[in-house]
């Protein structure tokens, strides 16, 4: 009962949150107000990249905060300098605009596609997304999300976006006209279960898309930043983008995301994009500790060393627990489990675990997501199997 001494009804009730507060972290570690340890395979959705308050983000913000918080976005400062050449020098892209949230950077990503068409594509406005897609709960980044019922969900919704498959190279090409100015998708479909686009798939969209002067879009919200083992996931497709969004990883925890793009689609004119906190020298300024880490030499190397061991531990249990295997890029992973399993019930479960919880989640009922923080232990990979193992076998009982 760790909320019952506060009055949480003051908070609007937006998700069935469990009763327990958490009070501190450390890497991979997250403490309750009751002093329970969890372990964490979450990290707040795939954004702690670093774990929980690692000290290099903590001198980061300290160091910044004695600096400059925030003279504006209509006047340079130093950590978004750098942070955006960092980006670009470690990219294919030459043009970067930060925002606060996925959302946020797609919505951009939308605008500066739609710009582009009116510019250079006679109007053109369309944009083609993809069934079970995820690119946020703004107004228009649900309507170019392709989860079910989001349709129906604030309607009236924004206009100009049409459903392909993924993977299904015909269902694109029956949605191209004349009015479509770009594709948008999802490397690795996150929030859909850990789908991953094949290659060869990718690499025909940005053959049609190229023939047919339509900008291909890449939402590395999830994806980017390490997670998939590479900098960024569109790395290990061969392909270049024209436009690609990060979120999640890039502020290590801070509200920080980014659109980035190849010079010739940066159209925007004066006025028309902006935001009161984008590019603030406090959140940039994580950026840039974030991306030096992760560019340092051996640390995607140990991210894909442990993101092998983790499939292989993924793999045996599967083989033991009769489930349906896994899969995943990197340290986006799934489990798939038995049709009689229960996601959701296997996640309460192992939040409840003593003395130790452990912390997953069951995007669909059939799968459990992994999203550690990149640089989680070889003993902390072999602690969540071990209580994994005995929550799905108690979960039968
Ligand atoms: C989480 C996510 C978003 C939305 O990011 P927010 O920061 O929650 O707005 C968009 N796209 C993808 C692929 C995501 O995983």
């Given at each position: 009962m760790q909320t019952s001494k506060y009055n949480t009804k003051s908070l609007m009730d937006i998700i069935n949150r469990p009763d327990l507060i958490f009070v501190k972290g450390h890497n991979s570690w997250l403490e309750d107000a009751d002093g329970k340890s969890y372990l964490d395979f979450m990290q707040g959705w795939a954004v702690n990249v670093l774990g929980h308050c690692p000290n290099e983000i903590k001198e980061t913000i300290h160091k910044q905060s004695e600096l400059l918080i925030n003279p504006s976005p209509a006047f340079y400062n130093l950590p978004s300098i750098q942070l955006s050449s960092k980006l670009v020098s470690s990219s294919c892209f030459d043009k970067v605009f930060f925002a606060n949230s996925g959302a946020e950077a797609n919505e951009g990503a939308i605008k500066l596609a739609r710009k582009w068409g009116q510019i250079k594509k006679n109007g053109a406005y369309k944009i083609i997304t993809m069934h079970n897609s995820f690119h946020g709960r703004t107004l228009a980044t649900m309507s170019a999300s392709g989860k079910q019922g989001w349709d129906k969900k604030f309607a009236p919704q924004v206009d100009g976006f049409y459903k392909a498959t993924l993977n299904n190279i015909e269902s694109v090409i029956d949605l191209i006209d004349n009015e479509t100015v770009a594709i948008m998708l999802e490397l690795v479909q996150g929030e859909a279960g850990v789908i991953l686009a094949d290659k060869l798939f990718v690499r025909e969209l940005r053959k049609i898309s190229q023939e047919k002067n339509i900008l291909l879009i890449v939402d590395e919200v999830q994806t980017g930043m390490g997670r998939t083992g590479s900098l960024f996931a569109y790395q290990q497709f061969n392909i270049e983008p024209d436009i690609m969004t990060l979120g999640k990883g890039i502020g290590g925890g801070v509200p920080l995301s980014a659109l980035l793009c190849k010079k010739n689609i940066s159209v925007f004119e004066y006025g028309d994009q902006g935001g009161?906190?984008?590019?603030?020298?406090l959140c940039t300024a994580v950026g840039v500790t974030i991306i030096d880490i992760l560019n340092s030499p051996n640390f995607l190397n140990s991210v894909n060393l442990k993101a092998d061991k983790l499939s292989l531990e993924l793999n045996l249990l599967a083989n033991r627990l009769n489930l349906r295997g896994e899969r995943g890029l990197g340290m986006l992973r799934a489990l798939i489990l038995n049709e009689y399993d229960d996601g959701p019930k296997i996640v309460e479960m192992a939040r409840n675990y003593n003395p130790q919880g452990l912390l997953i989640n069951s995007p669909r009922k059939d799968l459990i997501r992994f999203m550690p923080a990149l640089n989680i232990t070889e003993d902390e990979i072999n602690i969540m199997i071990n209580i994994l193992e005995k929550v799905i076998i108690e979960s039968r009982l």
């Open positions: 009161t906190y984008n590019g603030n020298p």
